[in-house]
């Protein structure tokens, strides 16, 4: 029985081909050292032995913090 004949069903849906992950592109520079700026106020941290601390806002990481 088609649409003309009184056919309510409605056809398949076809399945949306999954998205495709991006090629990997290499990071820049900036994007490689994140973890050098201060996630509060973006500051750039100091780095004091085994710790970074921002002096803008006072934020710290310890050696132990970056894993």
Known sequence: MNREQGDTRRPPRERADPPRPVPNTPLTRAEQNVMLYCPNCSQ???SR???????RCGYFMDCSDYY
């Open 44 to 46: 750039r941290l100091e």
């Open 49 to 55: 032995s085994c710790k970074l601390r921002c002096d």
